[in-house]
C-alpha cells in the first residue's frame, strides 16, 4: 500500500474560517476526513499534518524520508519563500505534488513566484479542495512514474 503524507502549512489551520471566499468553507478536519477516506477507496495509506512552523515543516519532511512514497504539500505562504522548505523537499527524496486552494496566478504578483515548483512533480492550484483530491487520485494512479 502506498503511503501518502498530505502537509499544511501556515494558516491552513484555520481553513473554513480564513478568507473563505478565497479559500471555501471547508474547514481542516473535513478536509483531512475526506482525504483520508478518498485513500483508504484508493488503497492508499493517508497521514495528514499540518503546522504553522516553517522548522516543523521541514522537521516533518526529514522524517518522511523513507517512510512515505509521495507528499502531497500545500506550504501556503511558505511556497513564495522557503528556501529551506525546498531543500528539505529535496533532501528527502520523496517525490510531492505542490497544491493551492486558490489559483497564486490569479493573485498578487507575490503568489506567482515558488521555491518548490520547479522540483514539484507538477502543481495543482485554484480548484478548492479539489485541488488535494486530484493530487491524491494522481498518485493513486501513479505506477512508476512517480519521480
Ligand atoms: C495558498 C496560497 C498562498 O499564497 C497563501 O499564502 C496560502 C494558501 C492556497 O492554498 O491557495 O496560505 O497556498
Known amino acids: 500500500m502506498k503511503r501518502v503524507l498530505v502537509m499544511h502549512g501556515p494558516n491552513l489551520n484555520l481553513l473554513g474560517k480564513r478568507e473563505p471566499e478565497i479559500y471555501g468553507r471547508t474547514t481542516l478536519y473535513r478536509l483531512n476526513r475526506m482525504l483520508e477516506e478518498l485513500g483508504e477507496k484508493l488503497g492508499l495509506d ?24 509521495f507528499i502531497i504539500i ?38 506567482k513566484r515558488s521555491t518548490l515548483s520547479d522540483v514539484a512533480k507538477g502543481v495543482i492550484s485554484g480548484f478548492g479542495v479539489h485541488s ?13 512514474e512517480t519521480k
Open 46 to 69: 493517508v497521514v495528514t499534518y499540518q503546522s504553522n512552523s516553517e522548522g516543523e515543516l521541514v522537521e516533518a519532511v526529514h522524517a518522511a524520508r523513507g517512510r512515505f512514497d
Open 74 to 111: 500545500n506550504p501556503g505562504a511558505l511556497t513564495h519563500t522557503s528556501i529551506a522548505l525546498r531543500d528539505a523537499l529535496l533532501a528527502a527524496e520523496v517525490p510531492f505534488i505542490e497544491v493551492h486552494l486558490s489559483n497564486v496566478f490569479a493573485r498578487e504578483e507575490m503568489r
Open 132 to 144: 488535494y483530491i486530484m493530487a491524491l487520485r494522481f498518485v493513486a494512479g501513479a505506477d512508476g
